[in-house]
């Protein structure tokens, strides 16, 4: 294993870049595609969270309905939907 480590050649390292680093940046097409996708993910963000709200509220709405329906029938928990 030794012998084998010592017949690999060592790597160069890399050479350095000599062109101009400004012509290296993404540019205007880079925020063009960037610019879309973080607009997406807002909007995603936004309608998720609507989302989670309205189901949050309809549990709150469903267990108001079950107290009420239990306090109709005298107090007797309901096993099932509130609504008839």
Do not use: H
């Amino acid at each position: 294993m030794t012998l084998l480590w010592l017949t690999t050649p060592t790597p160069s390292p890399l050479p350095g870049f000599e062109g101009d680093p400004n012509m290296v940046t993404p540019g205007v097409i880079g925020f063009v595609i960037t610019c879309p996708v973080a607009a997406a993910t807002v909007l995603l963000v936004i309608d998720m969270n609507r989302r989670v709200r309205r189901v949050r509220y309809r549990e709150e709405i469903r267990e108001e309905l079950k107290a009420e329906v239990d306090a109709q029938r005298g107090g007797a928990p309901s096993s099932g939907d509130p609504t008839p």
